[in-house]
């Protein structure tokens, strides 16, 4: 297996060869011009791209890797693996400029996980987290812009600033805020996959080596990033609803003014490399795709957030009466902490100033609604652990005071609106 992995390693070290092996390019053709009796023959060099399957390439290898690591009990080729660096741009996969945006759903992003999960069962290194990690905290980063909220949406703003408004998804290079989130996505899902190794009762070990990442200082620190970044998501979702039909609230006119004048009256837009013809109105067929990128990753972080519930605080029992209650370890306290410390971040959250009320009230109600998910399970079973640490940040009086402003908008709208 060393030298499977020697190559992977040399293709993920950055250099011009990794860009190689991702997306074939055609050679320059020189094209003589036509002779000319008064000026000598120049030659002009045409570039083109060539559509190469990047998504059956990363399956196929990913899948190679998975069969060469797994196919036996031992650990010794997953740490041969990891120490011969080929983790990272196994990692790395999902953040490629030139991944398509429908990777965090397809069969080589689950590829990936699965390839990723195995090792980590098999090799019990943290390493794998960790890589995680660093590349989330890279995507948070370029991301920061949404941690400044205003009263109009990013998204509409850089794709009305784009070079080509009819086609989000065309280049990373015009979108960078949009294919990012796209990233973040896929990455959501590999610690999701991850975690969920954690939660089985038959593999303590596991859920040993995830407790001790996440209640590490770099796990923690991204909990609370991943709280701001949940919090600015959902003030994002909430300016891309209502600034399309049927609301079409004020936001971002300007920059909608200027989609309708780039993509004129009868626009093609070009959605997932399909063309659409559409009687909508044009500005809601261009939002429309950056509503559901940023929907998905919404109910990822989401997800992920219940997983990380689960994980910090094990297993619900139904059984009553019964001793020798297990004692949470001080990072499954700590991890709790954070997440209960991004509940409150959440209900104390204000929109900005001079916004429409409509969009604060709808990002204020999900954070109330995400609380009874949080503090409770599915079977709607407490989460003691969760209500224990929610009390001591004092959530209640967030909860309460987020209720109250609530009522009091949604008061001060019906009375505006019979006016």
Not at 49 to 68: G, H, Q, S, T, W
Not at 266 to 281: L, M, Q, W, Y
Request: aromatic share 6%.
């Amino acid at each position: 297996s060393s030298g499977i992995n020697a190559e992977y390693g040399e293709k993920g070290d950055g250099s011009d060869e990794d860009d190689e092996v991702m997306l074939r390019r055609t050679r320059a053709e020189e094209t003589p011009l036509p002779p000319s009796s008064t000026d000598s023959a120049e030659a002009s060099i045409s570039y083109s791209k060539e559509a190469v399957p990047l998504m059956e390439y990363v399956y196929n290898v990913v899948r190679f890797i998975d069969a060469i690591l797994s196919n036996n009990a031992t650990d010794d080729h997953c740490k041969e693996f990891i120490s011969q660096g080929g983790l990272e741009p196994l990692v790395r996969l999902p953040s490629l400029p030139n991944i398509t945006v429908q990777f965090a759903s397809s069969r080589a992003c689950m590829d990936v996980a699965i390839t990723l999960k195995d090792i980590l069962t098999l090799s019990q290194d943290g390493k794998v987290i960790e890589q995680c990690f660093e590349q989330i905290n890279k995507l948070i980063w370029e991301l920061h812009p949404f941690f400044l909220p205003t009263g109009e949406s990013y998204l509409v703003n850089e794709l009305a600033t784009s070079a080509t408004p009819s086609q989000p998804y065309a280049d990373a290079n015009d979108t960078p805020l949009l294919h990012t989130i796209m990233a973040l996505e896929s990455y959501i899902t590999l610690l999701m996959s991850l975690c969920k190794v954690g939660q089985r009762n038959f593999q303590a070990d596991m859920r040993s080596v995830c407790i001790a990442k996440w209640g590490s200082d770099k796990g923690l620190d991204l909990i609370d990033k991943l709280s701001q970044l949940f919090t600015a998501i959902v003030w994002e979702n909430s300016l891309l609803v209502l600034v399309a039909p049927p609301f079409n609230l004020t936001q971002n006119r300007v920059d909608l003014d200027r989609l309708m004048d780039a993509i004129g009256p009868n626009p093609v837009i070009k959605f997932k490399g399909k063309e659409k013809r559409d009687k909508s109105p044009p500005h809601l067929l261009l939002i429309k795709p950056l509503r559901q990128a940023v929907d998905r990753l919404h109910k990822h972080l989401l997800a992920f957030l219940f997983i990380l519930c689960k994980l910090s605080c094990g297993q619900m029992r139904v059984r009553r009466n019964v001793g020798n209650k297990p004692v949470p370890t001080q990072h499954q306290m700590d991890i709790a902490k954070h997440i209960t410390y991004f509940l409150k971040h959440g209900l104390s959250w204000r929109p900005p100033v001079n916004t429409h009320p409509r969009v604060g009230l709808a990002a204020v109600m999900g954070h109330i609604g995400l609380a009874g998910k949080i503090l409770h399970s599915e079977s709607r079973q407490p989460y003691h652990l969760m209500l224990h640490e929610f009390d001591k940040v004092e959530g209640l009086e967030s909860m309460v005071a987020a209720y109250d402003w609530a009522l009091k908008v949604s008061k001060q709208e019906r009375v505006r609106c019979r006016t």
